[in-house]
């Protein structure tokens, strides 16, 4: 660890020992979300004025963060529905966001009319985690069939695609290859905060992948997190994961 990095971090956790001594920070406030079949992805507009949550039953709900409240469905859920996997806002744009199925289908809505714009299927898929570019011209899917596509954001058209790998237990020489895509279900995917070129994935077959858009492959690997989530974040150059197991769960790699 560069003593910048540890400069900053010991700042970071007086300054979480300040704030638990303050006694005036605001009461936590618990959302009854309902019998929704559990939450499955949550995401903030940029604004900080609306909370969406996508649940297990198919439902999207919209929540405003100054009253707590709920303030309308986009979508209605039913005993039959099918989850509603990721979700973001588009960059730049807190009346716009887009949603992602486990059935491979991604919806694009306007909270000005509560309706759908756009949809794009990504056949025999199930999409798992999505996330936008830095600038925003960017976004990246990932799923079961362990392919990446990287698509324009406002043509919402693919303009790349990283394949997987049938090796479910990668060897060491296969992390390394050009060919070293996933080789089980993708669960988490994050773009690097200011590089709008990279971002990294993350699944069940236990590595960590660095993606450049500018290259067709892997750039880099990591073996370790088993990932069944959105448990991927990034900080400057370190990445954050957090992996499904009873201990340690939380690592960081620099």
Known sequence: ???????RLEDALNAGKDIEKDS??????????????????LNFSHNMQNMVAGSGNGSIQVY???????????KHGSLY???????????????????????????????????VFKTVDEA???ICALDFSHD??????????????????????????????????????DVFSPEAGHGSKVFA??????????????????????????SDQVVRSFHGPYICG???DIWEDSVLTASWVAHDALQVIF
């Not at 005036?24 to 992805?41: A, C, Q």
């Not at 405003?64 to 986009?74: A, D, T, V, Y």
């Not at 099918?82 to 887009?98: E, N, R, V």
């Open 1 to 7: 660890m560069s003593a910048g990095t540890k400069r």
């Open 24 to 41: 005036k920070l605001p009461s936590v406030t618990n959302v009854d979300f309902g019998d929704v079949m559990g939450i499955y992805s």
């Open 64 to 74: 405003s963060c100054e009253s707590q409240r709920k303030r309308r469905p986009l």
């Open 81 to 115: 529905g099918l989850p509603i996997t990721a979700l973001k806002f588009f960059p730049f744009k807190d009346d716009q966001l887009i949603t992602a199925s486990s059935d491979g289908t991604m919806s694009c809505w306007n909270l000005e009319d509560w309706n």
């Open 124 to 126: 025999h898929n199930e």
């Open 136 to 173: 925003g011209r960017i976004f990246a899917t990932a799923g079961k069939d362990r392919k990446i596509r990287v698509y324009d954001a406002g043509t919402l058209q693919i303009k790349q695609t990283f394949g997987g790998t049938d090796h479910i237990e990668l060897t060491q020489e």
């Open 189 to 214: 995917l994050r773009f690097h905060p200011f590089d709008d070129n990279l971002f990294v994935t993350g699944g069940w077959d236990r590595h960590i992948k660095v993606w450049d858009v500018r």
């Open 230 to 232: 959105d448990g991927i």
